[in-house]
Every structure is written in structure tokens, then in C-alpha cells.
């Protein structure tokens, strides 16, 4: 069979990677891929925009495609799996309609609230529903967020009420465009994240290996939120019982809600957790796809055919298949072009590729392309180093020799990724579900 993966980021090169190895599949198709995928063998690069719906749907026609798998969330907002059914094509996501999980924030709230599922309490506003003596009674720090997408900058975690009144004023000034006509102001919740990915098919949920993801672009979580500058998977901050709870709590209510509402949910679903120090669960945001750079450490220790269970859940028939798990761990470290995540360098030459090519885990690039025999950089996250071991530390360790291996003007990483991970490690308390096998809902 053909298989169509749409995007061009570190998660498409690792759907595309992952769906390359699997027996059932011919050729697989990367609409526009990147410098990565187009080196991988049984891998060819389509150049049509991940957005441009009517021309996706033309060539997976053309080509009699049997599977798509959407990775980013714009096409999925903008409604590219109801195009591809219209037209009798198989893809693999969740509706325009199940997609406002993700696609509008005020949306995703008031249907936590709806259907008592746990997250922070918020208001939605617009500039004329504006409410300034709320916003100065509440308690701080406080959390203003634009509903619309906004590659995950557009969320302010306020120290003081001005500053507050200040990301409120310019959302609605338009510094996020459309996305901040409607914004969330919402309760800070105190805690440690977590990314707990599933797959749906409308009715039943496989649940992906635990992750976690480093938001932050410096070393020790400071600086500025970006798309993620490297993630792990398992996260052995979801213990067992945190694990069951969230999907009795979280996963299976949001699927069962969406089918209650009409909108059943099909395809990847992440909920973005806050884990408090009691091991309370909240969601903090969903998305409506796989996460990046997540998606790179979680499918590295897939051992089960993606395709397969993509096709699963196509036909309502999770509950009848199993994922299986590389009991190692899995480690990837995001780099970075100059000035991410602001204003981007791009066309820097990458070096070392050959080098690291002959190293044990895996490159994944994000913002590449080739030019006459270079491989040079085209975007904010360029590479994601993913090394595998038995515990984080050496996954860590295995990530970084990859890491090293590569050089371009401006190269931007954090050099700590995993160590919440490995402090829990060294302590001891490590409660890991690496080995636990995926559960079903
Ligand atoms: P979001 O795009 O909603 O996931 O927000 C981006 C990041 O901001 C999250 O990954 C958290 O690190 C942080 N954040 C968002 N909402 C909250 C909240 N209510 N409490 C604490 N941190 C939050
Ligand atoms: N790594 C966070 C995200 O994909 O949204």
C-alpha cells in the first residue's frame, strides 16, 4: 500500500520513518517533507503545502493512496479529513468539527467544564465582553491565552494583574492576528506536565507510551515557551495510578463527551496534563494530533506497525489491537536555528550528518532542505536527536553523542533534556511504565 504522511516537521519525519518500515508498505508519500525524508529510503517528498486541501486530496487520489496520516493541526482545523472522506479516501485524524478541541481554546474549555473533566477555571472574553474588575480580583499568577492557534506562543503566564491587563490588551490589539480576537484567562495550576497522547476511533482509545515535553527554550525551564525543545518517553512522572486515572478521568469522558455531542473523535488526541504534587490530573490544553517533538522518542520505541493500528482505528477496532513497546527509554533533544523562536535564521549549512548517520538511535530533521548537495537549515527547529537506553541517563547520553555530531552557525539546544526524569532516576523513586503494556479504554 501507499502511504501519505501530510507535513513537513521532526513528527512527519518519524510518521514517515515508522510507516517506511512496515512490511504493507510500498512507498510512503511526504507532502512536503523535508531534507530527512526525502534521504529515507522508500520515502519520496510531494511538493504540495500541508494546507492546500483540494491538491492533498487530488494526489492521494492520483496516486491511489490507501492511508493518510495528518501531522500538524492547521489542515486538521481547517477540515482536511472531512475533505479526504468526501472523496472516499482513508485518513487518519479527527474532523473539523472534533478538531475545535484544539482549534479553539474557548471551545476546549467550555467543553472540559461541560462534561466535568478536570482543568483550571477561566473565563473566555472579547474585546467587548471584556471584564477588567474580574481579571483584578483574581488570584495570581494568572494565565492569559489566545483561543485560536498560535503555534504555542500565544499563552502569557502573568506575575501581576498589569501585565495581565497588558497580553489581554494586545491580543485584542492583534498581536496573534484572528487567534487572539477571543482569548482564555485562566486559573495558574501548579505542578509538573506531562503528555499523555492516545489514539481514538470514535468509541475506543489505545493509549501511546507516556511523554514529556521541555516548553522551554533555556536550560532549568527558563526563557520562553516554544513548540518544544525536546521530549522523553516513558515519563515515569505518570506513575501506574496516575496513568489509570487520567484515562477515567480525562481520556475517557473527552471521547465519550465527543460522541455525545455528535462529534465523534477519531485519530491522535493529546491532552497536555498538569500533574499536581498529589497526583491530581488537569488538562492544561489538548491538541487535536501527535506532539512534536514527542511523536520522535514515542515512535522510536514503537515496535508495533503504525499502520496497522492507524487502519484499526479507521474501522472502530482499537479495542481488538495492542501497541508494543521498546521497554528502553527514548530521548530526543530539539536543535534549534538562531534566534528561534523569534525571528529565524535560515540557509545556515548543516554539518556532520554523514557522522552521525553511522551512531546508534536516530536523526529526525524538522527544518531542512537540501540545495545543490547541502543540507542547510529552513526553519526554527532544524534536528531532533533521539537516542535509546536502558534508563533516561543513558538514552540522555546516546541523544547528546548524536547531538555533537552536528554543526551549523547559530546551533541552539538545551543541554538538560530528561532531567526531571533523571533526577527521579538517581533518587530512586522512579515508578516507570516502560514496561506496563498500552491499556485500552
Ligand atoms: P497551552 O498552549 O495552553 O498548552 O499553553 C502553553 C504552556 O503554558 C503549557 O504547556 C504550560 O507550560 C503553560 N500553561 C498553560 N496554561 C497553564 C495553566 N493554567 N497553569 C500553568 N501553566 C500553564
Ligand atoms: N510539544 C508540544 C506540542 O506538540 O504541542
Known sequence: MKVLIVGAGGREHALAWKCSQSPRVREVLVAPGNAGTESEPGVRNVDIDATDI???VEFARREAVALTIIGPEAPLVAGIVDAFQAAGLRCFGPSRLAARLEGSK????????????????????????????????????????ASGLASG????IAQSLDEAEAAAADMFNGRFGEAGAEIVIEQFLPGEEASFIVMADGEHVLALATSQDHKRLCDGD???????MGAYSPAPLVSGAIHA?????????TIRGLSEDGTPYTGFLYAGLMIGSDGTANVVEFNCRLGDPETQPILARLNSDLTTLCEAALDRQLDRVEARWDRRAALGVVLAAAGYPQAVRSGDRIDGLDSAARLPGKLFHAGTRRLSGHVLTSGGRVLCAVGLGDRVSDAQRAAYALADCIHYDGMLYRRDIGYHAIARERAGTDAGDATRPAGHG
Open 54 to 56: 483540494a491538491p492533498l
Open 106 to 145: 474557548a471551545f476546549g474549555k467550555d467543553f472540559l467544564q461541560r462534561h466535568r473533566i478536570p482543568s483550571a477555571a477561566y473565563r473566555v472574553f472579547t474585546r467587548a465582553s471584556y471584564d477588567a474588575a474580574w481579571l483584578r480580583a483574581q488570584r495570581l499568577p494568572i494565565v492569559v491565552k
Open 153 to 156: 506562543k500565544g499563552v502569557i
Open 222 to 228: 527558563a526563557g520562553p515557551n516554544t513548540g518544544g
Open 245 to 253: 486515572r487520567v484515562m477515567r478521568e480525562i481520556i475517557q469522558p
